[in-house]
């Protein structure tokens, strides 16, 4: 079975910065969409940024454009969210997800997620 464990979740103060971590067990991102999503207790899963393995082209949500970094390391089957001038607003659990259709923002594409992890943003 597919394991993608999310790390590097934490609190942190407005402004300041964290990287999340998705790594991969028994699936090799090559071929692969992986993106980040958020969800916030009552409402929808939302896509945050997503990377097409295949020649590294990235996608982002509006509202993380030239905040937030999405990566990948080939070596490591490891993708990262680089998180910067973070805001209250960004306070979400954080999930990792897989997909091999093709890049896509809906949570209804990804077949492979992770367990999530807690990202705080307190002023």
């Known amino acids: 079975q597919v394991q993608l464990v999310e790390s590097g979740g934490g609190s942190v103060q407005v402004g300041g910065s964290l990287r999340l971590s998705c790594a991969a067990s028994?699936?090799?991102?090559?071929?692969?969409?992986v993106a980040w999503f958020r969800q916030t207790p009552g409402k929808e899963r939302e896509f945050v940024a997503a990377?097409?393995?295949?020649?590294?082209?990235?996608y982002y949500a509006d509202s993380v454009k030239g905040r937030f970094t999405i990566s990948r390391d080939n070596a490591k089957n490891t993708v990262y969210l680089q998180m910067n001038s973070l805001k209250p607003e960004d306070t979400a659990a954080y999930y990792c997800?897989?997909?091999?259709?093709?890049?896509?923002?809906?949570?209804?594409?990804?077949?492979?997620w992770g367990q999530g992890t807690q990202v705080t943003v307190s002023s």
């Open positions: 997800a897989a997909s091999s259709l093709g890049y896509s923002k809906s949570v209804a594409s990804f077949g492979s």
């Open positions: 028994r699936l090799t991102f090559s071929s692969y969409t």
């Open positions: 990377v097409i393995w295949t020649g590294g082209f990235t």
